[in-house]
């Protein structure tokens, strides 16, 4: 059976949402809304942004496909409700559209990302007329011309390292205990997670990690938290909902034919498996 899961170093197990039958309907209603509206912001005002060709869902059949997701949950008084997300961020329309959840962070609400952001846009400027420069002079100025360029790539590396852990900064996730963590201190399982508990809470039982946490490797990749499952999941705890099912699928054209064209997937293993654990810890065990 599929399911949205991940291994909890807290509780030595398991924690997962299966996608249920309730789950894959409601994703079907929203391929289908896809399909019939040809839209991606089908819930906008008619007015604003109106053809927008990046929200044209025929951009995901003639550029590249994006993976979907419903997560199916109950309010506190035991109402449905249906949440949805996309990955990732949609080109350069942004990581936000009326009707969808919100990602975890968005980089270009980081003053501190936005300025490296910049550094480095101009300083690959700087880079490539250097580059021009030194095509178009003698020997002994094309040398001075590449030393300068060495130096410029030098300088944008750190910049987009730093930038990278100004973001992974404030990528944090909550999960059904109420606590809060860093999705980076998560993903390479630090030994005390990094979390923020609640007041009178007691420290967890069995906190180390075994063999699994050698397992996971020392770098968090670039793009954990922008996908489905973990967009979804911290929707709904921050809505204190209680997730019941969860479907995820994909549309579109796929380059590495990895995944296909309206096939539901589990949560991906590189990502989002990693920190899920975390993030459902809390969560009663829910039946398929």
Not at 109 to 133: G, H, N, Q, W, Y
Not at 198 to 225: E, S, Y
Not at 241 to 247: D, F, V, Y
């Amino acid at each position: 059976a599929m399911t949205a899961y991940g291994y909890c170093i807290r509780c030595q197990e398991q924690h997962s949402i299966p996608t249920t039958a309730a789950a894959k309907r409601h994703a079907q209603t929203l391929r289908e809304t896809l399909e019939s509206t040809g839209r991606l912001d089908f819930e906008r005002n008619t007015d604003d942004n109106v053809g927008d060709p990046l929200l044209d869902v025929s951009c995901l059949y003639n550029c590249r496909g994006k993976m979907f997701g419903v997560l199916v949950a109950e309010d506190q008084q035991g109402n449905e409700v249906v949440l949805k997300a996309f990955a990732g961020k949609i080109r350069s329309y942004g990581w936000k559209l009326d009707g969808w959840v919100d990602p975890i962070v968005v980089p270009e609400e980081i003053p501190r990302f936005v300025e490296l952001r910049d550094e480095v846009s101009r300083v690959t400027f700087e880079m490539e007329k250097c580059f021009a420069a030194a095509a178009a002079s003698t020997h002994n100025d094309d040398a001075i011309e590449m030393e300068q360029w060495k130096r410029l790539k030098s300088e944008r590396s750190s910049m987009s390292r730093e930038a990278l852990e100004v973001l992974r900064e404030e990528l944090w996730v909550g999960n059904f205990r109420g606590e809060t963590s860093s999705l980076s201190k998560i993903f390479l399982h630090d030994e005390d997670l990094g979390v923020r508990r609640t007041k009178n809470q007691m420290p967890a039982p069995g906190g180390g990690g075994g063999d699994k946490a050698k397992m996971r490797p020392r770098q968090m990749p670039v793009g954990v938290g922008e996908c489905c499952a973990t967009k979804l999941v911290q929707a709904a705890s921050e809505r204190n909902l209680k997730p019941t099912g969860i479907a995820e699928f994909f549309v579109g054209h796929s380059k590495n034919r990895r995944v296909d064209d309206g096939i539901f997937y589990d949560s991906c293993a590189e990502r989002c498996q990693k920190v899920l654990g975390f993030m459902l810890c809390g969560l009663p065990p829910v039946l398929s």
